[in-house]
């Protein structure tokens, strides 16, 4: 291993495991790495040994895909593909919503569940819809788990997810280096690199990241197997997860399947570098705000 703990050495991460029993102790780190003892059991040669992302070349990259389709089939009995489209030349995703329109209704979050091969078990979604009391953005009496018709009276409703910070907290305390931003503005995990240490997640000020405590389960009929390396793969248990603005959709020109699914049209979605899409118009046109800028 390198000083600086690069990631390059297939060592670092079995090293930064090994200082983390020295600062926590044993009792402390053996009750934070709990979740992953049935993950790392089950690894194959192969995955242990797999460099990061970024050092993979073309022919070790297409054979962790290869890997990967397999396993699918071997664990879930579907054929699925996995891909790893590239960043865009000159593209920076952005979104916005029109708080004014949303009425609550949680239609993303079920999309975002579907298509992102989400745990069925605990529901999980890279979204979550706050109820406000209207007029009010304090969010220490927000509601999210309500389950009453909508809009209710006197409410407001506010989706929080990933916002693809420029200057992201969650990479700079990554100790592995498993998430990083990438050129079109969005922000990544190497679902094979991450060691579960969840530093990412408590750093997050949208509390926009997921952990995976257990094995997802997701039945076969119900798996999306359109998927990405960095985005829609099912995730292994003990590692962390996180939005990634559909990146297998949108980086072949569709739209996140959050957007297609609002019935209120409240989302807004595009490439800020281009002055023709609806997400610069908006940024040019619309009052906005930043949520915790």
Known sequence: MTADGDPRDGSSRRTVMKAAGATLGLAALAKAVQPLTEFTDSLTREQFLQKHYKELDPAEKQAVLERLEAQARETYGVDVSIKDPPPIDGVKFAFAINLSVCNGNGKCVEACHRENNHDRATNQSYIRVLELDRGSLDLTSADSTYDHAVPAPGKAYLPVQCQQCDAPPC?????????????????????DWCIGCRYCEAACPYHARRFNWTKPEVP??????????????????????????????????RLPACLEACPTGARGFGDLNDEHTEIRWIHAKKRGIVHKE
Request: net charge negative.
């Open 171 to 191: 990479t700079d305390v990554c100790p592995v280096e498993a998430t990083w931003k990438e050129k079109d503005g969005i922000v990544v995990v190497d679902y």
């Open 220 to 253: 076969a009929a119900e798996i999306n197997p359109n998927q990405s390396y960095l985005s829609n793969r099912v995730r292994p248990q003990g590692v962390v997860e996180k939005c990634t603005f559909c990146l297998h959709r949108t980086r072949e020109g």
